[in-house]
């Protein structure tokens, strides 16, 4: 009989937050002959599940790659896939988010997104502003790099207008520019399908986090995957640099 991974989690150290790179949509298709948007599909159903997993157990914060700077060089038919899913997605989550008190928060530069997509964004991240049992925080258009130069702008012209002195910059004043800023940083990355590696995804707020990789293709993640990270993540011993 498999491990039930959710009674062997200390319900005292659950992470607060976490980050996934939801990985393997495509290969998950092609391993069953399947297009690789019935992959990402299933993926977006993986996802509605794992958010319903990290609110039983008491994370509070999950912030989810959806679609990458890089992402744009897909083929156009997968990139418009994609945005739609987005678009059916946030209309889903705009309902589950009305009933479970969950507040949806959007990384990234937006700005290159369709007009009708920016306003279901805006009118779902101001229909749950207020909610206050899970944040829910979605990276489309996001890059790590391209966040940190926006930062870099937003400081320059806060020095610019004179209201910030080139002394004061600090890690906290990083921290305030950065798309993140409500958040607290992820003690936690997940990233799925066997690849081991960043892909630019939150560069500095992952500063002190633990990072989990499973073979496990994202369409097959489930509740008690997640709670097998999450129980690694206990076995941990984190120092923040300390002895
Ligand atoms: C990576 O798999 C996955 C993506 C680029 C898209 C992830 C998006 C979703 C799961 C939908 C999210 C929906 C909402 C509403 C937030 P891949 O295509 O890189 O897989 P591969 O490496 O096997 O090709």
Redesign the pocket.
């Known amino acids: 009989m498999s491990k039930n991974w959710y009674n062997e989690l200390d319900k005292n150290s659950i992470p607060k937050h976490i980050a996934v790179i939801?990985?393997?949509?495509?290969?998950?298709a092609?391993e069953r002959n399947k297009l690789?948007m019935e992959?990402?599909k299933e993926?977006?159903k993986?996802?509605k599940k794992v958010t319903d997993a990290a609110i039983r157990c008491g994370i509070k914060y999950m912030t989810?790659?959806?679609?990458?700077t890089e992402?744009w060089s897909r083929p156009e038919k997968e990139v418009s896939y994609?945005m739609n899913?987005?678009r059916?997605?946030?209309d889903?989550?705009r309902k589950d988010a009305m009933d479970s008190d969950i507040k949806i928060s959007v990384i990234g530069d937006i700005s290159r997104l369709d007009d009708d997509l920016k306003k279901k964004i805006a009118n779902v991240v101001k229909a749950t502003q207020h909610h206050r049992t899970f944040n829910l925080v979605?990276a489309?258009n996001y890059g790590s790099r391209d966040e940190i130069v926006r930062a870099v702008k937003k400081v320059s012209q806060d020095i610019k207008e004179g209201s910030l002195m080139v002394d004061e910059i600090d890690e906290h004043v990083m921290d305030k520019h950065l798309d993140t800023k409500d958040f607290p940083d992820p003690d936690l990355l997940i990233r799925t399908?066997g690849?081991q590696r960043l892909s630019n995804y939150l560069l500095w707020q992952l500063a002190y986090a633990e990072f989990y990789f499973t073979e496990t293709?994202?369409p097959d993640f489930d509740a008690e995957e997640l709670y097998k990270a999450i129980y690694y993540y206990q076995t941990r011993d984190r120092r923040f640099g300390a002895i």
């Not at 989810?64 to 990458?68: E, H, I, L, N, W």
Request: glycine share 14%; net charge positive; aromatic share 14%.
């Open positions: 939801m990985d393997g949509n495509g290969r998950w092609r690789r992959g990402h993926g977006s993986t996802l989810v790659y959806a679609f990458s992402n994609l899913l987005l059916q997605g946030l889903k989550y979605i489309i399908s690849e293709k994202w």
